[in-house]
């Protein structure tokens, strides 16, 4: 069973940091390009960033870049999003995916999907 578990969600002030981790389990991932999505409160799911599967090309929406840093780990089956300089509308629930295809910024671009992480930031 494919299964991708979001983690490292919480409520922290402006400014602060935060890391998302994504462990994807129940086959090989990496081969698969993992993105990460996040889905504000009354608002549909938007891209945020992804990284290729050998993690030499990341892509970001633009009010992330400079911010956020997406990473996979050794055994390419993990990510992670590490989140600087935190706004407050950053807040959202955050989303783990992956794609056998490219660097999508589409959500119907993406296979597998996590449950999703709360990340809250107040002002």
């Known amino acids: 069973q494919v299964q991708l578990v979001e983690s490292g969600g919480g409520l922290v002030q402006a400014g602060g940091s935060l890391r998302l981790s994504c462990a994807a389990s129940g086959r090989t991932f990496s081969n698969y390009v993992m993105g990460w999505f996040r889905q504000p409160p009354g608002k549909e799911r938007e891209f945020v960033a992804a990284?290729?599967?050998?993690?030499?090309?990341?892509h970001y929406t633009d009010s992330v870049k400079d911010r956020f840093t997406i990473s996979r780990g050794d055994a390419k089956n993990t990510v992670y999003l590490q989140m600087n300089s935190l706004k407050p509308e950053d807040t959202a629930v955050y989303y783990c995916?992956?794609?056998?295809?490219?660097?999508?910024?589409?959500?119907?671009?993406?296979?597998?999907w996590g449950q999703g992480t709360q990340v809250t930031v107040s002002s």
């Open positions: 995916a992956a794609t056998p295809l490219g660097l999508g910024t589409s959500p119907t671009f993406y296979n597998y």
């Open positions: 990284i290729t599967s050998s993690g030499g090309s990341t």
